[in-house]
Structures are given as C-alpha cells and as structure tokens.
C-alpha cells in the first residue's frame, strides 16, 4: 500500500474524510473475546460515489498487516456493523470483501497476544466508481485496482489492548 500513501499524502486538505469506528473503540464483540463483528464506520464529508477500507494491524511485527479488505460500497454515511464474511453481498450493504492477512475473506478480528496493546488503522478511500477487481482479490491487488481512482482519504486509528487470564471459550 505504499504507493497509495504517497497518493494521499498528496491530496489537498479539503478532500479528507472525517472516519470514526464505532464510538472511538473496538466492543469487545468485535475482537477474538467476542463474536468478532465488523465493527460500525461512519463517513463524512464524502463527495466519492463509491468507498473502500482497509483495516490493518499497525503493531504487528511484521508490518501493517491487514484484517479486512472492502471495497465496491456505494456512497453512505455509516458502513453497518457485523458484515456477512463473504467475497460478495448485498446486505445489509453491497460490497465486495477480499483475502485478509490470514488469508480468508472478510472481517479477521483483532487478536494480540493476551495483555499485548495494538493499534489498528481502519483507511477509508473515497473513489471515483466502482473497482475493476473480483471479490476475494488480495491487499496488492486492491492496491493496483485503487491507483488513479482515489478522490478522498481519511483514517481512523483505535487501540485494543487483549485481556490477560481470559480463557476463549472456557465457562466462568
């Protein structure tokens, strides 16, 4: 993705998107303690007919490391939470999802080690229309797919901190 940084980076002042995930933080619902649900997104000051995000690890030892690919998404205010984990829908919004990091598609939850803190980078591009790129494509070729169709850019940064001596899955 760093050729697409260097697009934004360059892109005037007025063109940003204002981004925010869920209220400023991860419910525990949509990390590896939880149901792992896409988390809620809202967007404003979008003037781009279509959106893409990318989610990524920030932290993670080896580089921004992606937990969810989405584009395709006609223009909205509020990305809803909990989108279904396939390449394509069409509810509760029409988008396509690609391969994560892990290699599956959609929405992989953020999951440090226990006690570990990250943070994650949800990037919002507005586009132009929609991308010439098959559901289930990896992060490089969203990369490609998104060169020259970007028109706004915003992020939003949450930290999420994973409880120590919680046991997945195990009664209390």
């Known amino acids: 993705m760093h050729k697409i940084q260097e697009q934004v980076e360059h892109m005037p002042r007025q063109k940003g998107l204002d981004v925010e995930v869920e209220s400023g933080n991860l419910d525990v619902e949509e990390t590896c303690e939880g149901m792992q649900y896409s988390p809620r997104i809202s967007v404003s000051n979008l003037r781009a007919p279509f959106l893409a995000v990318v989610m990524e690890d920030a932290d993670h030892p080896t580089g921004n490391f992606p937990h969810w ?3 395709n998404v006609e223009k909205m ?26 290699g599956r598609v959609g929405y992989d939850a953020p999951c440090p080690p226990q006690g570990a803190k990250r943070r994650y980078r949800f990037r919002v591009f507005g586009v132009n229309g929609e991308l010439d790129l098959r559901p289930g494509a990896t992060g490089r070729d969203l990369e490609k797919a998104l060169e020259g169709h970007i028109l706004q850019y ?16 195990q009664a209390p």
Do not use: C, S
């Open 154 to 169: 915003g992020e939003a940064v949450v930290t999420y901190e994973r409880p120590t001596g919680k046991n997945i899955g």
């Open 69 to 71: 690919l989405l584009w």
């Open 77 to 102: 205010d509020i990305i809803p939470r909990n989108l279904p984990k396939r390449e394509e829908f069409a509810e509760p919004v029409r988008g396509f999802q690609g391969r994560n990091g892990f």
